[in-house]
Structure formats: structure tokens, C-alpha cells
């Protein structure tokens, strides 16, 4: 059977990361994820950035970061399919992309999804203890116990929505959350 899915354009994720960086770090932010999604019918772009003293980036931010990386696209042209551009905050149940996440999250509750099985499993949930210097993220899981999982073997992570994680993050400004325009 073959699989006639629309997918989403083809990107060189390192390509497009060497030309968001500068500009992430430009602006005082730290880059946190570059995903493609959405398909053939609705490609996006996802670039989440965030300040690295709150963890947190307000509307003014994403929209400064939004118009820099609107031009150096437009001028550069990276992606050769038509596209939308997101320019966001991690969110509250955040992705861990990088190593310094799970120091950063240390006690708080994740998902991590390995790329292959693990002692029969691929998705492991628990409370994050941090990461080692040998590159594994150890995580303590009901049921299961405490679990060393290679930082490298991630497939993906993200931090679970749970009572102290709300209590953590609480936003330090929304302020023209109300005028935001969503398209279509």
C-alpha cells in the first residue's frame, strides 16, 4: 500500500537553523525549536524562541522575530513550497529539545518518546531528575522506577501539564493577548 498523504515541503532544518539563530540571539532570545508541519495542504514553520532569564516571550517579542525572519526569507528564499510562518512560546507543556531543558525542568513532570524501544518501551512518563554527563536523561517513572534514557535516543519530549507546572509558570505579561488575529 502506498501511503498518498500530502507532506509538508521538504526542509533542511540545519539550513534554516543557521539563518534564525543569529537572529533569535540578536534579539537577547535563545532558540528553541525549529519544526516543519501541517502537511501539503497547510505547511508551517515553526520557530519557538524564548527569553532565557523568564523562559517566557511576550507578543511584542514574537512579532519583532516574526518581521526579521519574514525578510531574511523572503531575501533568501529557504524553502522553495508555499508556507506560513509561526513564530511562538514554547507554551506551558513545552518541548525539550535541548540538553539543558532537563536541568532546567529538573522535578517536573515529561513525556519522553525514544526513537527505538527501550526495555520494550518507547515513551516513558515521569518526573525528570536531570541529565548526566554522560549524555542520558534519567527520569523517574511510577511503576517503573528511575530510568537512564540516551539523550541522543529522544525522539521527542515535552513537559506534562500538572498543578505544579502551572503554579511555575504563570505568564509575566499578557497584554495584548486579546488582539491577537488568527488567520483563515
Known amino acids: 500500500m502506498t501511503d498518498t498523504a500530502p507532506k509538508a515541503p521538504v526542509v533542511d532544518i540545519p539550513a534554516i537553523t543557521a539563518l534564525v539563530e543569529p537572529e533569535v540571539k540578536a534579539l537577547g532570545l535563545e532558540l528553541v525549536r525549529i519544526a516543519m508541519f501541517g502537511g501539503k495542504s497547510d505547511p508551517t514553520l515553526q520557530i519557538m524562541a524564548e527569553r532565557p532569564d523568564t523562559r517566557q516571550i511576550g507578543l511584542t517579542e ?14 533568501q528564499d529557504p524553502i522553495e513550497d508555499a508556507y506560513r510562518l509561526e513564530v511562538s512560546s514554547p507554551g506551558i507543556d513545552r518541548p525539550l529539545t535541548r540538553r539543558k531543558d532537563y536541568q532546567d525542568w529538573k522535578g517536573f513532570s515529561a513525556r519522553i518518546r525514544l526513537s527505538a524501544p527501550l526495555d520494550g518501551r518507547k515513551q516513558f512518563d515521569g518526573e525528570i531528575i536531570g541529565i548526566d554527563d554522560a549524555d542520558n536523561v534519567i527520569l523517574e517513572c511510577p511503576k517503573v522506577g528511575q530510568k537512564i534514557l540516551p539523550f541522543s535516543a529522544i525522539e521527542r519530549s515535552k513537559l506534562l501539564l500538572t498543578d505544579a507546572l502551572i503554579a511555575a509558570t504563570q505568564p509575566l505579561d499578557s497584554e495584548g493577548a486579546d488582539q491577537i488575529v488568527r488567520e483563515g
Open 62 to 75: 514574537c512579532e519583532a522575530l516574526s518581521r526579521r525572519l519574514s525578510e531574511i526569507f523572503d531575501e
